[in-house]
């Protein structure tokens, strides 16, 4: 089977809007091998991406693979290589800073596990939290932070505090040592650009999702009342 897909050395960094699709075409080939399926097309995968033929075989090739004509890729391999390309073909330890309603939910999330994220630790700033258990990790006092990330080798810090502790978070994550940030705080952090920093703002894309539907509703602009002026 490994034949049909030809794996060649990576020839480029991949960007974020590649990495982004490359994920896309995980989540597709997870579940057509789940469904038993060998072989899949650049069709099939642009399809499930929202993306062009011609772009997934880009996106593909940046990666290092290509497929063979009237063949196309097989899932397990081309799966495994987009692992590999963007990182998840590893754990990675991770320590949660935050235990209020999302840091909770973070912890109870099965697939972090299933995707290779550990959540070695979690943190918090009030006193009456720490000692505390959550999805039975521990709640420990921030004064903790940087002794348990260089022990215990944490690659990645998860912000879920509120906004306005969001920076001190950040700041005490990059100098403990981690080598990226999920930030999940309504506010953007600035950090060095050695240490990527991605955030996840659930209200600000609800309020995108509104913005589309209320576009939407109202319809276009009738022609006679276009660039006219009141």
């Known amino acids: 089977m490994g034949g049909y897909t030809r794996v060649v050395a990576v020839r480029a960094r991949v960007s974020s809007p590649t990495a982004h699709r490359l994920s896309l075409y995980l989540r597709e080939l997870e579940r057509l091998a789940a469904s038993g399926r060998a072989t899949v097309s650049s ?21 290092g693979t290509a497929g063979l004509p009237g063949v196309g890729y097989v899932v397990e391999s081309l799966g495994d290589a987009i692992r590999a390309a963007i990182g998840v073909h590893r754990s990675w330890r991770a320590v949660l800073v935050g235990a209020g309603n999302i840091g909770r939910a973070l912890a109870a999330y099965r697939s972090f596990r299933e995707e290779g994220f550990e959540i070695a630790a979690v943190f918090d700033a009030d006193p009456s939290v720490a000692g505390r258990r959550i999805s039975g990790t521990k709640v420990q006092p921030m004064d903790a932070l940087a002794e348990c990330v260089r022990r215990q080798e944490i690659e990645i810090g998860i912000i879920a505090v509120p906004p306005e502790s969001a920076q001190e978070v950040a700041d005490r994550l990059v100098a403990a040592g981690v080598q990226g940030i999920l930030n999940f705080a309504p506010r953007r952090v600035r950090v060095p ?17 509104v913005l589309e539907v209320s576009q939407r509703d109202e319809g276009p602009v009738p022609a006679r009342r276009r660039g006219r002026s009141a």
Not at 44 to 55: D, F, K, P, S, T
């Open 43 to 63: 069709r099939q995968l642009g399809v499930a991406a929202g993306a062009a033929e011609a772009q997934v075989r880009k996106d593909l090739g940046v990666i």
């Open 193 to 209: 650009d050695r240490v990527p920093a991605i955030g996840v703002d659930f209200r600000a894309a609800l309020e995108r999702l």
